[in-house]
């Protein structure tokens, strides 16, 4: 079975090389920061690591003796208020035309609020009927940060969906801090623990 590693790419992020799988060593991996995924290198047609990401390897040195366990069964996953669960919405957020988008107006040395936007910097453009992705939820329609106990710490839901989805995959949560590790059928993983 070929995993689908860009499901763990970032999709919104300031890090363009996290947008991708790539080569590091002898494996493939893909990461959005919060979550890292990595199989043997089968001659995909990936980019190199990038410098500076190659201490992704240690992220994967598990301590010894840590119990893997099965994913636990997960509840039906919060909507998101702000699309009502559907993953659109009908406005568009525009730049305020009063202050450039700035939000705020500098006069001597003091910053004021814009009042057209209430120091937003933007409004909502409403188009009836418009599908728009929600940016809350990422067009996933749930809530982005849905903490599930699991062993001894709190993971993301929506990883546990991703994970639960790769062949055999068990979980070793190793604290409240610090990153659990997990693996399946043709590769291993790291997850951090969620931050609700
Ligand atoms: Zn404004
Ligand atoms: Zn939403």
Redesign the pocket.
Known sequence: MKIDLTQFCATIDTRKHLFAPFRLNGFIYATDGAIAIRVPDDGSNVANCESGLEKIERFFQMPENILFQQIPILNIPLKCAECSGSGFVNYEHVD????D???EFQHGSHDYD????N????YRSVTLGAKNECDKCDGSGNVSIQPVAIGNTFLNRKYLVKMNNLPNCTVATNGKIERSFFKFDGGSGVIMPCRG
Request: hydrophobic share 0%.
């Open positions: 305020c035309d009063e202050c988008g700035e939000g814009c009042k057209e936007c120091g937003s910097g933007e």
